[in-house]
Every structure is written in structure tokens, then in C-alpha cells.
């Protein structure tokens, strides 16, 4: 009886521990080639910029006088995704979204050019004195996502941010290259990222809708598809926390 009852106990605690440790299949590459898209090098940048709220009609003139000239200088192999304030989330806040065509080294290219650009150096001086705090992200897209392009308005934009658990970023890539697919039939999705430099593990979705009430519906529909659910179940305990901001475009920005 002794033998039986260690037997049981074995078998029982090796139970217990199943629940609670999780197999994980070697990885022989970096996230970066198994999640991004292939076919492009395309690099992006995610500023957050904290504006003084005295200041910030003031800052959204400034960029709407010199970031056009940026996006539109031929030699600089970078775009304007899209360019925000928040409406709802953290207040006073600006959104910027860069590509730069070439990945690093474009990024690198640019930035020296600017460093030698006088108007954007007094632009950055200016601009500095009408801020609180600034961050920026370094990004790539996710293979199976839009690839963001100007679209017209009137639209508000939503920015879903998530941090993830260390470790998970191939699982959730693996469930949003099904989920993405229950939220194509409105062409709301406008494009998917996940952190390269910065705050790590953080992925970003961004979505664009005609009105609140539109978004609410559309979210709400996807829970009459057949698998949403079940995405769902198994994403959130990757998350270890998420946010949602919703923006509105400057008239410079190509996502209207």
C-alpha cells in the first residue's frame, strides 16, 4: 500500500504541475525574421510626445508647418505614417508614426541629415520648450497585418497597446495570423507592430473607425464569428497589460 499511495502522489503532483508549466518549443531564429514581413525592410518609429496643455495648439501648428517638408523630401528615405493628438486616454498627448524605407540604415541616414538640417534643429529646439516628456519606439510590422497606407476620412483611430509576458511574442504572432482575419470585413485594420527597441514585448494595433458607436458595433460583431472567442481565451493570459487610446488625425497626417 505504501508503493501504491507514492505512486498515486507521484502521478497527482505531476498533474498538478501540468497545469501550471508549459511546454515551450525551441526557437532557432530571432522574432524579428519569424514575425515580420519578408518581402519589405520597412522600419517604423512610434513617437509619444507629452504636451504641455497651454502648448499644445501651439505643437500642433509646428508639426503641421515641418513635418510635410520631411515626409515629403525626396532625399530622406522616410513617410509620415499617420500623426495623432489623443482623445480619449492619456490627455495633451501627441502620435506620431514613422516608415523608414530601408530599415536601419535609412533610419540612420535620416537622422544625420536632420542633425545638419537648421530648420529642424531649431524646430526640435522650439518644440522641446512646448513639451513634458517625449518617448519613442523602434518597430516591425507583423507579416500577416496591413500594411498601413493613406486612407481618407473622416475617421477616428484607435491605439491598442499590450505589453506582453517575456517570452510570448511567437504565440500571440501565432493566434492574431488567425484572428486578423475577423476584422478585415470593414477595413479597420490599419496596421500591426511589435517592439524592436524601446519597451520590449509591446505590440501595437492600430484600427480605424468612422465613430465610436461604428467601432463599438464592429467589435461587437466579432464576437458572432465563429472562433473569435476562442482567439480571445487564448491571448489575454499573454498579456500582462494593455491600453487604448483614441486619436484624431492633424490634417497633415496621410491617415485621415
Not at 514575425?35 to 501651439?58: D, G, M
Amino acid at each position: 500500500r505504501g508503493l501504491g499511495s507514492s505512486a498515486r502522489s507521484a502521478r497527482e503532483d505531476s498533474w498538478l504541475k501540468s497545469l501550471f508549466v508549459r511546454k515551450v518549443d525551441p526557437r532557432k531564429d530571432a522574432h524579428s525574421n519569424l514575425l515580420a514581413k519578408r518581402e519589405t525592410s520597412s522600419l517604423y518609429k512610434l513617437q509619444f510626445h507629452n504636451v504641455k496643455p497651454e502648448c499644445l495648439e501651439a505643437y500642433n501648428k509646428l508639426c503641421q508647418e515641418v513635418l510635410p517638408k520631411i515626409h515629403e523630401e525626396k532625399h530622406y528615405p522616410c513617410a509620415l505614417v499617420g500623426t495623432w493628438n489623443t482623445w480619449y486616454g492619456e490627455q495633451d498627448q501627441a502620435v506620431h508614426l514613422w516608415r523608414y524605407e530601408g530599415g536601419y540604415p535609412a533610419l540612420n541616414e535620416v537622422m544625420s541629415k536632420l542633425r545638419q538640417n537648421k530648420e529642424f534643429t531649431e524646430f526640435r529646439k522650439e518644440r522641446g520648450n512646448m513639451l513634458l516628456s517625449r518617448k519613442n519606439q523602434l518597430l516591425l510590422e507583423f507579416s500577416f497585418w496591413n500594411e498601413p497606407v493613406p486612407r481618407n476620412g473622416p475617421n477616428i483611430y484607435e491605439l491598442r497597446s499590450y505589453q506582453l509576458r517575456p517570452g510570448t511574442m511567437i504565440e500571440w504572432g501565432n493566434y492574431w495570423a488567425r484572428a486578423i482575419r475577423f476584422r478585415q470585413d470593414s477595413n479597420e485594420a490599419v496596421g500591426g507592430f511589435f517592439s524592436q527597441i524601446g519597451q520590449l514585448y509591446m505590440v501595437h494595433h492600430l484600427w480605424a473607425y468612422k465613430d465610436l458607436q461604428t467601432r463599438e458595433d464592429i467589435r461587437n460583431a466579432a464576437w458572432h464569428k465563429p472562433g473569435w472567442d476562442e482567439l480571445v481565451y487564448y491571448t489575454v493570459p499573454l498579456i500582462q497589460e494593455m491600453e487604448s487610446r483614441i486619436m484624431i488625425p492633424l490634417k497633415i497626417s496621410p491617415l485621415q
